[in-house]
């Protein structure tokens, strides 16, 4: 699971910002399933040389948006219970990505996916790619 996760030490995004909205995303598209266990902590930080905490961080955001469930002795595992989140969510970035225990509509996956080859061939940057969505999201 961790090969599906990068932290750029150069961005302006925090590490734990990072690696929850990652995470998420694997959520939402369907490559974590209800019931999937995470990596522990510590195993995540020593594949990706942060601290533990940075993942902690994380994972912990992730368990109050309803995304991933953190089980004493039982590890961290996706939940399936998120839900979309309603207009005017007090904090959006913390919202559950997708509706309870599935993943994103194929339409919408299939949006997704023309807008990264659109962006890409008019040369656009994948963090510009990210700026305009997330700009677009607030004004909607």
Avoid: F, N
Wanted: hydrophobic share 45%; glycine share 12%; net charge positive.
């Amino acid at each position: 699971m961790s090969a599906g996760i990068t932290v750029d030490l150069g961005s302006a995004t925090p590490p734990y910002e990072q690696i929850r909205s990652q995470i998420s995303s694997l959520v939402a598209m369907g490559e974590l399933a209800a019931g999937s266990r995470l990596p522990t902590v510590r195993s995540l930080a020593a594949d990706l040389g942060i601290a533990a905490g940075t993942v902690a961080r994380a994972y912990k955001e992730l368990d109050a948006a309803g995304i991933v469930e953190s089980r004493r002795r039982g590890g961290t595992v996706v939940t399936g219970r998120a839900q979309l989140p309603t207009h005017g969510a007090a904090d959006p970035a913390l919202a559950p990505a997708t509706p309870a225990g599935g993943r994103a509509p194929a339409e919408v996956l299939a949006a997704v996916d023309r807008y990264i080859e659109l962006g890409r061939s008019a040369g656009l940057a994948d963090e510009v790619l990210l700026d305009l969505l997330r700009g677009r999201l607030r004004k909607a």
